[in-house]
């Protein structure tokens, strides 16, 4: 650690009457509140030891909290507050970590780590691993599951044609979202001349089920035949797309991003709807969720009349940037290969396909907590 890393006593100051302070971490200055650091204190009475879960309410602790005190001890900020007589201890590395008065945004993104967007160009960055390394080794697990944190998407081949194992897949790091479509589902077609029509049309790019609330987060789509000509897979990151739009038709963005879409789906016994973004701001306004399904979007009424010609160019734009040749990677799937993307942000598509033969899929739906949590484990375990 450099000297003037080094934390002295010197360069803490309390500001406000101890309403906050200031601190030199890693030889940048920081302040933190003192509502915030005694909210976060870590101590035993404010954090469970066994599963560090916090054990006050925020109208437990004194709106006129502030800091009596605070220096160093061994590495730690140790802070006391007043009214309540109480003193803590802060981890230096924690307070780094954790400290908020910055810009840019204090994490690198909704899922915490970096989300790399892709485009045609970028294909060979996508990762492929195969089924029997994941299930036997944990290092291949977590990279491909980081691979799917990163980039919304992977491929994984030599998994079994047998059915229902694309199943098995999602066991490797959650659990699958049963839907009124089953524990899984089918995506069958057969190339039929009396039915060529429906069965073997393609699909423009789209995320699945945005008609559910929440949607499914993440979708598995298993290989289990494949002879026909055609009938390629298509992935678009949607993220990629939202991007470009942005720098593009920045208003168009804001529209799509302002006004709720909304999608349905009726079948025998099934009624589903939901009023969503197309493109989902968080609340601080970074990207966290796309929602594109021309066959499920449902007649726009949230839209004002002054704004629904801009929106409908705003989504024409979106619609040709999903279908532009340079931001989809196109991929056959085999017997044994599977694909697993992020449902709210990478679309998916299939071509349109003829001559003899068969296509079967089958899909499930899981959600990403579990991978994202999965993966977090394994990142803790030591090599
Ligand atoms: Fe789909």
Known sequence: MADDARPRDQDIRLLDAGAALEVRLDGVTRRFHAIWLRDNAQDATTRSPSNRQR????????ADIRIADARWRDGA???????EGLSVLFDADWLATHAYDRAPPPTPGWTGHEVVRWAAADAGDLVS??????????????????????????RLSGVPTTSGAVCEVAGLFGHVRETNYGRWFDVRAQVDAANLAYTNLGLQAHTDNPYRDPAPGLQLLACLANSVDGGESLVVDGFKVAERLQAQDPEGFALLA???????YAASGVRLA????????????ELIAVRFNNRSAAPFTDIPYAEMAAY????????????????????????GELFIVDNLRVLHARTAFTGEGARWLQGCYADRDGLFSTLAVLEETPR
């Open 55 to 62: 054990l006050i309410t925020l109208t437990e602790i004194p």
């Open 77 to 83: 900020l140790a802070v006391s507050f007043a009214p």
């Open 129 to 154: 691993e195969d089924y029997a390394e994941v299930r036997g080794s944990l290092a291949a697990r977590r990279r491909w599951l980081a691979a799917v944190r990163r980039h919304g998407f992977a």
């Open 258 to 264: 302002r006004h709720p879409a909304r999608f349905e």
């Open 274 to 285: 939901a009023k969503r973004p197309i493109l989902e701001l968080g609340s601080d306004g």
């Open 312 to 335: 409908y160019a705003a989504y024409r734009r979106m619609a040709e940037l999903v279908e532009a040749p340079e931001l989809g990677v196109r991929f056959r799937l085999a017997p």
